[in-house]
C-alpha cells in the first residue's frame, strides 16, 4: 500500500486519521461510486447510525497539519456508512467520503447548481454532468470543491428539456 492512513482511536471512542497527502491530491473516483455512496450515506442517516467523530490530519508544505473534523451528526454518519462499506482508513475509501461531503456542501451553497439537481418526496435526482464533476474534479486544500473551478466545468450547455438524472437518491 503505497500510502497507508493511519487510524487512532480515542478513550471517548473518536477516531484521528493520519492522511499521508492533502485533500488535492486525493484520487478521482468514479461517478457510479459516488452515486453508490450517497445511497448508502442517506440510508444511515435515515437509520440514525451516527457514528463517531472523525478527525482528519493532513500534511501541508509548511508543516503543521490541516485538521478536518467530521464532527456534524450527519457528516458523522455518512462518513460510518462509508467507512462500512468501504474504509476511510485507504486513500479511495476517504476521497469517496470527501467528495460526498462536498457535494452536499456546494449544493447548499452554490444557488447556481439548483438547476442541476432535483429535490423531490422520493429523494434527490442528480444531473450526471454534475455527478462526473464531482467524481472527477479535485478537492481544494479545505476538502471542498472551488465553485469557479465545477463551474468552469460545468459550463457546456444542458440538453433542453430538463435534467435527465443518473439515479435517484434517496
Request: proline share 11%.
Amino acid at each position: 500500500m503505497p500510502f497507508p492512513i493511519r487510524v487512532a482511536e480515542a478513550p471517548n471512542g473518536a477516531l484521528t486519521y493520519a492522511v499521508p497527502l492533502p485533500p488535492e491530491r486525493l484520487p478521482p473516483v468514479a461517478p457510479r461510486q459516488l452515486l453508490a455512496a450517497w445511497e448508502l450515506a442517506r440510508e444511515a442517516a435515515d437509520r440514525q447510525q451516527w457514528g463517531k467523530p472523525r478527525r482528519l490530519l493532513f500534511p501541508r508544505a509548511e508543516g503543521e497539519p490541516m485538521e478536518l473534523a467530521i464532527a456534524d451528526r450527519d457528516a458523522a454518519a455518512w462518513a460510518e456508512a462509508i467507512d462500512s462499506a468501504v474504509g476511510l482508513d485507504t486513500i479511495g475509501g476517504l476521497s469517496l467520503c470527501l467528495r460526498l461531503l462536498a457535494l452536499v456542501e456546494i449544493l447548499g451553497r452554490a444557488p447556481w447548481l439548483t438547476a442541476l439537481f432535483a429535490v423531490t418526496r422520493h429523494g434527490i435526482d442528480l444531473h450526471p454532468a454534475l455527478l462526473s464533476a464531482a467524481a472527477a474534479m479535485p478537492l481544494d486544500g479545505g476538502a471542498r470543491f472551488d465553485e469557479t473551478g465545477l463551474r468552469r466545468l460545468l459550463s457546456r450547455p444542458l440538453p433542453a428539456g430538463g435534467a435527465p438524472s443518473l439515479g435517484r437518491i434517496a
